[in-house]
């Protein structure tokens, strides 16, 4: 199966760390030039020296703040003139604060939509002229929870089946210029977010750490947290030339956690 990634361009946002680092990280190996964005210019700086040591695919970044549309056609325009094209988007974010209905005030709800749905329309936006040239992928990133709502993450509950219902629409628009559009929901990834939920969730029981992470596990068949790379290989699949059929999807990357069909 050739993935025929050498010399495509992607443009991965939220990539300093965690699983947009993971998918960043994939795609140079199997030879695609990256542009990497986050916040934090001097993470963002580590993670360049790091993926270019692959010696694979060329890697660039630019600090952005994808909540402020001016920081996201400054990312975009930035990523055209550093490679000349743009084939491949991965919409990602940071994950919005745990809690529950009573928790949150509308300043809180509008930040969380800010950041975990509004950021993905304005880049797709953005980057659709780039796409419309030659065909492109575009993957966002979501959560389980667009199967299963989970407990005391509301906000994720709400915005992120958002995203499936804008890719689900995007997928038709997009298909006459050849660009697929696919969902790709993390179960639990071994990244500094879920141990944020975890320390959250220790804190409000009582419990530790380890005793959260032991029961988490025993809700997963395969009976372990998913390696970024694991996840990253599934995105790269997708985004790849041994992908080209299908769009609109959603797929989960859980280790069967989810039990519905
Ligand atoms: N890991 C999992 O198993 C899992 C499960 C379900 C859902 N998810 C979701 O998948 C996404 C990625 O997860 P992760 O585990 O990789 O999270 P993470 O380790 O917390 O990484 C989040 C990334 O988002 C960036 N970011 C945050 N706010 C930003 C902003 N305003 N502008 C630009 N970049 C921003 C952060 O970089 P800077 O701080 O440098 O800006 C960082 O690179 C999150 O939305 C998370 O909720 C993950």
Known sequence: MDLNLQNKVALVIASSQGL??????????????????????????????????????????????????EDIQALVQKTRDTFGKIDILINNAGGPPGGTFEQFSDEQWQKAFELNLLSYIRIIREVLPDLKKEGGRIINIASTSIKVPIPGLILSNTFRTGIVGLAKSLAEELAPYNILVNTVAPGRIATDRVAYLDQLKADKQGVSFEQIQEQSRKTIPLGRYGEPEEFAKVVTFLVSDASTYMTGSSFVVDGGMVKSI
């Open 20 to 69: 947009g680092k993971a998918i960043a990280k994939q795609l140079v190996s199997e030879g695609a030039n990256v542009m990497l964005t986050s916040r934090d210019e001097t993470k963002l700086a580590a993670v360049q020296e790091e993926l270019q040591s692959l010696g694979k695919g060329k890697v660039s970044y630019f600090p952005s703040d994808i909540t402020k549309v």
